[in-house]
DNA sequence: GGGCTTGTGTATCATTTGATACCGTCAGAA
DNA sequence: TTCTGACGGTATCAAATGATACACAAGCCC
C-alpha cells in the first residue's frame, strides 16, 4: 500500500484531492537499483512511471553505439511511456535507472482519462511533451549541424552545471555512449582538447579549465 | 469573415458545435503563395497555425545549410506553434508554403483553453505532439547513426510513395537541403547510386529503379 | 543568337570520424 | 601478491563528409 503523505511530499504538482486519491489507488511504488533496465526498446509500455527519486537515463542503441535521449529526475516522466500508451506503440528507446531510484508506476490507461478531469495533470502533460520535444530538437541540430568536438564540450559544460563541479566524473566509454560515439574518438578529442588547454584528464574524471 | 460550411468541409476533426462556432468566431483564414514563410526562426508565436489546403515546410537553418524537420499538411498543425505558444518560447524553426496554401490561424491563448473543454481538440493537441515527437526521434536517430547515402535513399523511397511516382522531381540543391548537407555531396553519392543501378538521374528528376 | 540562371558532373584536397589493434596503468578481487 | 577487468593512450588505415573550383549543358529571357 502506499504511504500517501509521503506520496505526496515528494510529488507536489497535483493538488487535487481527487487526483490524488486516485493516484494512491490505482499507483504501485517501485524502488530500481542502480543499472537495472526499466524499459526496453520494443517492449509495450501499459503503464507511465513517474520519477520519485532518482535519474532515469533514456537512450537507444544501434549494434555497439548508444545515444542519449534525456534523463528523467524527480517529478518527471518519460515521452516513451506516453506516446506509446496513447497510440499502442512500442517503445524505440531503453531506461535505465542511474541511481537508486523510486518510481511512481500508473496504468496507462489512466493517463488521458485523469488528462480532461484534472487542470494539474493535463498542464503535466503538455509540459513534459513539449519539454521533451523542445530538448530532442535541440539534440537533432546538434547532431546534424555539429562535430563531436563541440558537443563533447557543450556535454561537459551542461554537465559541470548540473552536478555543480568543474571535475566531472564520467569514463571515455560512457561519454562515447552519451554523443553516439566511439571511445576511441572520444580519448582522441579529449587529448586534442588537453593540449588545447580547455580540460585536464584523469582516470575516470575530466577536469573544466576555467579562463 | 469566415465560411463556416466551407471550413468545416476541409477541418473535420472538430465535432462539437460549440467549438465551430470558437473556432469561426476566433479564427481567421490567410492564403500563402509558394514560398511564402509563415514562420521565421526566432518568431515569437500568439497564434497556432492550421492548414487547410496546402503544404508547409518546417526546417532549420544553420548558416548555409538546411535540414527538414517536417511537413504539415491538410488538417495537421506545426510543433512549434504549440510549444512556442504555451511556455512563450520563441520558434526555433523556420516555415514556408511550398505550395498554395490556406490556413486557419487561431490565436494561441485559446489553445490551452480548448483543450480542457473539448475532447476533440484534446485528443488534436495529443496526437499531434505524440506524433510529431515520434517522427522527431526517427529522424534523430537517423542523423546519429546512419549515412547520407541511406538517409538519401529513404528519403526518395519516401517520397516515391508520398508522391505515388518513381519519378522523384526534385533538385540536388533541395534535396540536400531537406537531408542537412551540401550540393557537392549529393550528386557525388546520387552518381554513385546511379552507377549501382539504383536510379537514373535526369535533370531535376531522379528515377527511381524497383527492382 | 547572346546572355543569364539553374542544374549537374567532377577533380582535388582537407578534415572528421570510424575501425582495429596493441600496450601500459590502475584498482579491486581472489 | 597475483590476476583480472576497466580505463586510457596511441598508431595505422579506411571511409565518409566537407570545401573549393571549374566546366558544361539546359532552359529562359532579351
Not at 37 to 44: A, D, K, N, T
Not at 122 to 143: A, H, K, P, Q, W
Request: charged content about 25%; glycine content about 4%.
Amino acid at each position: 500500500m502506499i504511504d500517501s503523505p509521503d506520496l505526496f511530499k515528494k510529488l507536489t504538482l497535483f493538488p487535487e484531492p481527487e487526483l490524488r486519491e486516485q493516484i494512491v489507488m490505482q499507483g504501485r511504488i517501485i524502488s530500481a537499483g542502480q543499472g537495472d533496465i526499466i524499459i526496453r526498446e520494443g517492449q509495450f509500455l501499459d503503464f507511465m512511471p513517474i520519477v520519485l527519486d532518482g535519474l532515469i537515463r533514456v537512450y537507444q542503441e544501434k549494434e555497439d553505439r548508444e545515444i542519449l535521449l534525456y534523463y528523467v529526475g524527480p517529478q518527471e516522466t518519460c515521452m516513451m511511456s506516453l506516446t506509446s500508451a496513447y497510440f499502442d506503440k512500442e517503445s524505440t528507446a531503453n531506461g535505465m535507472a542511474m541511481e537508486n531510484s523510486e518510481i511512481l508506476v500508473l496504468p496507462a490507461r489512466f493517463i488521458s482519462e485523469w488528462q480532461l478531469k484534472f487542470k494539474s495533470w493535463n498542464e503535466f502533460m503538455i509540459r513534459t511533451f513539449s519539454n521533451r520535444y523542445n530538448e530532442l530538437l535541440g539534440s537533432f541540430t546538434d547532431v546534424a549541424f555539429k562535430s563531436v568536438q563541440v558537443r563533447l564540450m557543450d556535454y561537459l559544460h551542461e554537465r559541470s552545471e548540473r552536478d555543480n563541479t568543474e571535475r566531472i566524473r564520467i569514463s571515455h566509454q560512457t561519454l562515447a555512449n552519451e554523443l553516439g560515439t566511439t571511445r576511441v574518438v572520444v580519448s582522441r578529442i579529449l587529448k586534442q582538447l588537453e593540449y588545447e588547454n580547455e580540460v585536464r584528464l584523469y582516470r575516470g574524471a575530466i577536469q573544466l579549465i576555467t579562463k
